[in-house]
């Protein structure tokens, strides 16, 4: 699977999957998000591409930007049930993201505020375009079509958390809190491993 970033001629942004000869199919082919974000660490993105359509990729997964040998390491742990080689990888020290608050994220309209350090992601079938306070950010995305067929025994959210992921930056996040109560815990701790990658904590309650 090819995965680049670009955006379309309605204005949005997002990531663009190409299908290669041992991919599975997605339900649509591109993660797409009203607003792109200020802030773009190649180590977080390339996370969040593998978030968003890594339960369909199998083979050679090229990310839209060059990323450290950790990152693909922390994906191939992730999926080492099938054979996956992220590239193109970069054999030199980068800069990750330093984070200095907790933000929490959800995934409708209740976390829309101004009170609290959120990101709210929202369903594109249902919102439009984005909204920004000091401490928060609320985005329209197609990221509910990716989690709603990745979903079998449980409901997947690794789509939106990508979201979540690309705007953690422009908010300063240290540590993403999620409401996921029905989440087994082996997707948890999947899930911590693949942040902590790219120095971002995250808790779920």
């Known amino acids: 699977m090819k995965i680049t970033w670009k955006g379309t001629l309605s204005g949005q942004?997002?990531?663009?999957?190409e299908l290669q000869e041992y991919d599975a199919v997605p339900p649509v082919e591109s993660l797409l998000l009203d607003h792109a974000p200020v802030t773009m660490n190649p180590e977080?993105?390339?996370?969040?591409?593998y978030l968003a359509f890594g339960h369909w990729s199998s083979g050679d997964l090229q990310l839209p930007h060059r990323l450290g040998p950790n990152t693909a390491a922390?994906?191939?742990r992730d999926i080492r049930h099938v054979a996956v080689r992220p590239s193109p990888i970069e054999y030199y020290p980068k800069p990750l993201e330093l984070g200095i608050r907790e933000v929490h994220v959800g995934f409708d309209a209740s976390y829309v505020r101004d009170d609290l350090a959120t990101i709210a992601v929202l369903p594109g079938s249902g919102w439009t375009g984005a909204l920004r306070t000091l401490h928060s950010f609320a985005i329209a995305s197609n990221a509910f079509a990716?989690?709603?067929a990745a979903s079998q025994d449980f409901s997947a959210i690794r789509a939106r958390l990508a979201v979540a992921v690309l705007f953690a930056a422009d908010l300063s996040a240290d540590n993403l809190v999620l409401a996921a109560?029905?989440?087994p815990e082996t997707e948890r701790s999947r899930i911590r491993e693949l942040l902590l990658a790219v120095r971002l904590g995250v808790d779920f309650t």
Request: aromatic share 4%; glycine share 4%.
């Open 13 to 17: 942004v997002g990531f663009h999957a």
């Open 74 to 76: 922390a994906i191939e």
């Open 181 to 183: 109560s029905d989440l």
């Open 146 to 148: 990716l989690d709603m």
């Open 44 to 49: 977080r993105e390339a996370i969040a591409a």
